[in-house]
């Protein structure tokens, strides 16, 4: 099964309580929820981007951060996703 994205409120296999319906989504392999992207509200940071991914330490990537535009921040995190896969030896069936 490929990567999805989903809206955090559409998903209820999750731990993850929706920020903000509109603008909160999760990156899914299969059903192990690979990271999350929600427009940020807090004042530093209002309108922009942030993603993460959930579950995955230890390993030399990025996980985290906060960009301008929701389809650059699901770039970013699919992309760390990918790296994380490199490294662990891994791939999405």
Same mark, same amino acid.
């Not at 603008?23 to 990156?27: I, K």
């Not at 389809?71 to 995190?77: H, I, K, P, V, Y």
């Not at 490294?87 to 891994?90: D, K, L, T, Y």
């Given at each position: 099964m490929a990567l999805r994205w989903v809206k955090t409120p559409d998903y209820r296999d999750t731990?993850?309580?929706p920020a903000h319906p509109m603008?909160?989504?999760?990156?899914l392999s299969h059903k192990f929820v690979v990271g999350r992207?929600?427009?940020?509200?807090? *004042?530093?940071q209002a309108g922009r981007y942030s993603w993460s991914l959930t579950?995955?330490?230890g390993a030399p990537i990025q996980n985290h951060g906060v960009v301008d535009m929701l389809?650059?921040?699901?770039?970013?995190?699919m992309a760390n996703w990918r790296r994380w896969q490199e490294? *662990?030896?891994?791939r999405d069936d």
């Open positions: 731990v993850f309580e603008d909160d989504w999760l990156l992207v929600l427009r940020d509200r807090s *004042a530093a579950g995955i330490h389809e650059q921040a699901q770039a970013e995190l490294w *662990a030896g891994m």
